[in-house]
């Protein structure tokens, strides 16, 4: 596949945050990590169901979600799913190619999704020369360690009607932030499951759910029919809406995804 140079690709979500936060010299620079001047990149195209890369594949690229979603997973022993988290556009996957040689968990597409990988010892060393991007990838990894912290928490210690809302609601503030951040095509808009009214509709396999959060899949069923006969959520054409947010924020004592994230 030819290389080619991307000119201008999606922004970060939290560079104004950096520019705020920053007391240093450059902090007014406006910064677009995925168009980076002095690196070579590769646009790859992934059907629905077709691995990105597999756990164990050599890892060369960085990968970043143009449109889309994605999922990343591990297989336990007795060959059970475990999805660690999903990759919305302007996300990242692959980050463990920063540190690892082989690829430690497999990335999916959930939607047709288009990518653009990066080579990982050039954007490890444009990393060195441009600090702005340095921080927006620690405020990245961050991010991502908050959102995963609280869904650990709750799998260990909440019920599962408290799982699955607080999950329903980390999806819809995480879409919609990707969606107002990273405009795209009304096709990659209904490809991504992002409305185009600035909602958004749910249409996750409830397999995905309950490989997310540790349920098997009849748990769920049970869990969502009852939200919806509590008028939390309710079935139409586009997919599962939320009916009564504030109810829905209730019962997952909801407190926002993270810092860098709207609550919706």
Avoid at 33 to 59: Q, R, T, W
Avoid at 64 to 71: A, E, N, P, Q, Y
Wanted: hydrophobic share 40%; net charge neutral.
């Amino acid at each position: 596949m030819p290389e080619k140079k991307i000119e201008v690709v999606m922004g970060w979500r939290i560079p104004e945050a950096l520019k705020e936060r920053s007391g240093q010299a450059d902090a007014g620079k406006s910064v677009d990590p995925f168009s980076i001047c002095n690196m070579c990149s590769i646009s790859v195209s992934v059907f629905k169901s077709e691995n990105l890369y597999a756990e164990g594949d050599a890892a060369g690229h960085v990968f970043v979600v143009k449109s889309g979603l994605c999922f990343s997973f591990r297989y336990d022993e007795d060959g059970r799913r475990q999805i660690i988290d999903l990759a919305f556009p302007g996300d990242f996957a692959g980050l463990e190619a920063l540190t690892q040689r082989r690829f430690v968990s497999s990335v999916s597409a959930l939607t047709q999704a288009e990518l653009v990988a990066y080579p990982v010892d050039d954007f490890t060393r444009q990393c060195y020369a441009e600090p702005a991007l340095s921080r927006a990838l620690v405020e990245c990894i961050a991010k991502e360690h908050a959102i995963l912290t609280k869904r650990l928490m709750g799998v260990a210690h909440s019920p599962a009607s408290q799982r699955i809302a607080h999950f329903l609601l980390e999806v819809r503030s995480r879409a919609l932030a990707s969606s107002k951040l990273h405009p795209v095509s009304e096709s990659a808009r209904n490809r991504a499951l992002i409305t185009a009214n600035g909602d958004f509709n749910l249409k996750l396999p409830q397999a995905i759910i309950a490989d997310t959060l540790g349920l098997s899949i009849v748990h769920v069923s049970r869990t969502l029919s009852k939200l919806k006969e509590d008028g939390l959520i309710e079935d139409s054409s586009a997919g599962l809406r939320y009916r009564n947010l504030d109810g829905l924020k209730e019962l997952a004592l909801w407190e926002g995804v993270s810092p860098w994230l709207e609550a919706g």
